[in-house]
């Protein structure tokens, strides 16, 4: 793949969908012995073909977002009123992530896939690159939703979650976040790459389907901006990095970790805003998915598995709903920031959900009811 650094053997397949808006196939070709060229995948050793074409009578898109700074904080919010129009909650015969069948078309062509990766139809960020503009009072400063906002479908089982995969599969997830945070980084205007999952419609989900998006911003989220001041805090009082001194310290002093691999730590913050909240970080500080090395990306999917699974055991009430957001550094600001995962349930009981109260939602002061400790407990004693 153009761009990254990657060590198993993967087919990247690009092609487009009815209305111009690009989908990328990703395949293993570990079965391929080299039989596959651009335009096919392997698939139990047999060549499958990434070639079928979008039928739907599509129109192209328009992009109709705006962003305006808030000029009391200094955070960009996104207004995307076209998106109250995206689809939602459909039943299971109608998902528009899985493959195409028996007739029905949906947003993958194909007749199944391994991992697929397309533009959002509902972007709350589309478009070229534009300057803000300053209003004449001086106070509002706004600009087109440039950026780019894709769909990233983890398998083709519609029942499945991302817990259910395989290593060799969660692999090459990883590989599509890595491609695409190596290509949507490259494009002019875009900031910072945010890979994520919301998983479970009690954090409001609205396609079952296992699926990840993955956001190009044209400015640098406001939770990023504050954990870059904070670095540079660090570092001018301390002489050191902030993230290397808070892993350190958290492996040394042991009662928060969960899991910890040769590569990898997964620890319950310090000051955890969430009843059930993991951080997982690489030993190797680095600003971003591209710059994992090849031990860091081979062993990041069993212990991440393992980590979605002891969330699922938590409660005993099935799968647990959940965040999982990769942080990557922005562009400009690659020395101090580390590449981390936070991970994260509202759910506090197997019968109680943590709702936002007045002083979280109106002041972003967050009050846990769990206390970190107790929470990495729970998660260590979450074994099969």
């Not at 207004?79 to 029905?104: F, K, N, V």
């Not at 972007?123 to 600009?143: D, I, K, N, Q, Y």
């Not at 990041?300 to 393992?306: G, I, N, Q, S, V």
């Amino acid at each position: 793949m153009p761009g990254t650094s990657l060590t198993q053997p993967t087919v990247r397949t690009v092609t487009t969908l009815a209305d111009g808006r690009q989908l990328i196939y990703y395949d293993s070709g570990a079965a391929c012995a080299g039989a596959c060229d651009g335009g096919a995948a392997c698939e139990g050793g047999t060549a499958a073909r990434r070639d079928a074409v979008d039928e739907r009578p599509l129109d192209p898109q328009a992009p109709g977002s705006e962003v305006r700074l808030d000029p009391a904080t200094g955070d960009w919010v996104t207004i995307a009123a076209h998106r109250q129009a995206r689809t939602y909650q459909p039943p299971p015969e109608e998902c528009p992530l899985c493959p195409s069948r028996d007739g029905r078309h949906s947003e993958i062509p194909a007749a199944d896939y391994q991992v697929a990766v397309f533009e959002n139809r509902f972007p709350s960020l589309a478009g070229p690159p534009a300057e803000p503009v300053r209003a004449a009072e001086g106070l509002w400063t706004s600009g087109p939703g440039a950026g780019r906002c894709e769909v990233v479908c983890f398998t083709a089982d519609h029942e499945a979650s991302f817990a259910d995969l395989t290593p060799e599969r969660a692999r090459l997830v990883l590989d599509a976040w890595t491609d695409r945070t190596a290509e949507l980084s490259a494009l002019p205007g875009v900031r910072q790459v945010y890979c994520f999952e919301n998983r479970g419609a009690e954090i409001g989900v609205t396609l079952a389907h296992p699926h990840g998006q993955i956001y190009a911003l044209p400015f640098t989220a406001p939770r990023t901006a504050r954990m870059a001041a904070r670095a540079a805090e660090h570092r001018a009082t301390a002489g050191r990095n902030l993230f290397d001194d808070l892993l350190a310290a958290e492996r040394a002093h042991g009662e928060r970790v969960v899991l910890a691999g040769t590569h990898w730590t997964a620890f319950v913050p310090f000051a955890a805003r969430w009843p059930y909240e993991v951080h997982l970080y690489p030993h190797r500080r680095v600003p971003d998915l591209t710059a994992l090395d090849a031990d860091q990306r081979d062993e990041f999917p069993t212990l991440y598995l393992e980590l979605l699974r002891r969330f699922d055991r938590l409660f005993g009430t099935g799968r647990t709903p959940y965040i999982s957001a990769w942080h990557q550094a922005p562009a400009g600001q690659r020395d101090e920031l580390a590449l981390h995962l936070e991970l994260f349930t509202i759910r506090r009981t197997a019968d109680k959900l943590k709702y936002l109260a007045g002083v979280e939602s109106g002041m972003d002061a967050f009050v846990n009811d769990v206390t970190p400790e107790h929470a990495a407990r729970r998660l260590r004693e979450a074994t099969a």
